[in-house]
């Protein structure tokens, strides 16, 4: 089982290959064509540009934070110099809480 829609993509091609190589072509252009429209629609998610709020949600990182990142040039602004933006792939992903952070944290009980 594919865990990753990344994967996924990958995964019916090569269904679609197995397919074609046993005469089965209208299943094979099937598996094709979802796999490029998922790899379609995966480049359309990571290409949406977000405001910092809105990256500060999907990030973890605070609006300050993405904004510092920009300015220091570690982050490519999407947007103008007075409204940046950022495109959803290029953002940093914050790891989650150990279960000590966690703990200290109020976040789940020890």
Avoid: Q
């Avoid at 949406?48 to 990256?55: F, H, I, S």
Wanted: some cysteine; proline content about 9%; aromatic content about 4%.
């Amino acid at each position: 089982m594919v865990t990753d829609p990344k994967d996924l993509a990958a995964s019916w091609r090569r269904r679609a290959v197995l397919f074609r190589a046993h005469a089965h072509e209208p299943t094979a252009l099937a598996y094709e064509a979802c796999a490029d429209e998922l790899d379609a629609t995966l480049r359309h998610f990571a290409d949406a540009v977000l405001t910092l709020r809105e990256a500060s949600i999907v990030s973890g990182y605070s609006p300050d934070h993405l904004g510092r990142l920009i300015r220091e040039g570690k982050l490519p602004n999407a947007g103008r110099p007075n409204a940046p933006r950022l495109r959803r792939a290029d953002l940093p992903i914050k790891p989650p809480p150990t279960r000590r952070e966690a703990i200290v944290r109020g976040i789940i009980e020890g």
